[in-house]
């Protein structure tokens, strides 16, 4: 994999729903990792969700200014304050790239309601700025160990009524990459923006995933995404 665009991205990891297709998750990874790591997590401890096809894309590779060097990122970061230099072009870029997977799925019958979207540090502020940036009913959305990219600009930025679609933003308090406190923040903002939302915190978690919150998103994945329902 090489390039510096969304545009020369490989194509998504893609984990095949294991009975109809009926819905859809798409998944983006953290600083440095590729599609294939989350796919086979989400996939291996899915529960109750056999008819959702797994999409976790890899993020071009290029320069990120806070480690030095060149690896798959869907925006730089210059600092782990998130405040300064935000790499807005590379931001919107990667929405875009999200926006377009969502169209995809929507071509291939699944309408969006029942399409979700999520990631992990990252990877999960770019599904957060999608989110809140474009007046889209989804089948949920999942944020973990993350924050809002370009957190300045809301509320002005944030486009359309209050989502009312599930969201739950989950974090470590031992987090020493994307600290408690700027999911915190986060959560203070983004709450005002949804009627179906939900913060969880896990003790002794740092950045990184666990059995007890990949089981929290699985049960949240199948009751937004239940698979008694129609695509139609």
Same mark, same amino acid.
């Not at 294991?18 to 599609?35: E, K, P, V, W, Y």
């Not at 999200?98 to 309408?111: A, H, M, R, S, V």
């Given at each position: 994999?090489c ?5 020369? +991205?490989?194509n998504?990891?893609v +984990?095949?729903?294991?009975?109809q297709h009926?819905a !859809? ?14 796919? !086979?997590?989400?996939?291996?401890s899915r ?8 999409? *976790?894309p890899?993020?071009?590779?290029i ?9 798959p ?21 990667s ?10 799925e929507?071509?291939?019958?699944i309408? !969006?309601?029942?399409? +979700?979207i ?7 502020a ?8 474009r ?10 160990s993350?924050?809002?990219p ?19 933003? *989950? ?12 999911g915190a +923040? ?7 923006? *949804?009627?179906?939302?939900r ?23 199948a009751?937004?995404l239940p698979g008694?329902s129609?695509?139609?």
């Amino acid at each position: 994999m090489c390039g510096n665009s969304a545009s020369s +991205m490989v194509n998504p990891v893609v +984990m095949p729903p294991r009975g109809q297709h009926t819905a !859809s998750l798409i998944f983006l990874h953290g600083l440095g990792d590729t599609g294939h790591g989350w796919a !086979s997590v989400l996939d291996e401890s899915r529960k109750n969700a056999d008819h959702v096809k797994i999409i *976790c894309p890899t993020a071009p590779v290029i320069p990120v200014t806070l480690n030095m060097m060149d690896m798959p990122a869907w925006f730089d970061i210059a600092s782990l304050s998130f405040n300064e230099n935000q790499d807005e072009a590379k931001i919107k870029e990667s929405s875009k790239m999200l926006n377009d997977l969502i169209d995809e799925e929507e071509k291939l019958g699944i309408p !969006s309601n029942r399409i +979700m979207i999520g990631g992990f540090s990252q990877g999960g502020a770019v599904a957060l700025y999608t989110a809140l940036t474009r007046n889209r009913q989804l089948g949920g959305l999942v944020a973990l160990s993350t924050w809002l990219p370009l957190h300045t600009t809301f509320p002005q930025a944030f486009v359309g009524p209050k989502r009312d679609y599930p969201v739950i933003q *989950c974090h470590g308090d031992s987090d020493n990459m994307v600290n408690l406190q700027f999911g915190a +923040m986060t959560s203070a903002l983004i709450k005002g923006f *949804c009627n179906d939302y939900r913060f969880k915190k896990y003790d002794g978690l740092g950045h990184s995933s666990s059995i007890q919150e990949l089981n929290d998103v699985n049960e949240f994945i199948a009751k937004a995404l239940p698979g008694n329902s129609s695509k139609n």
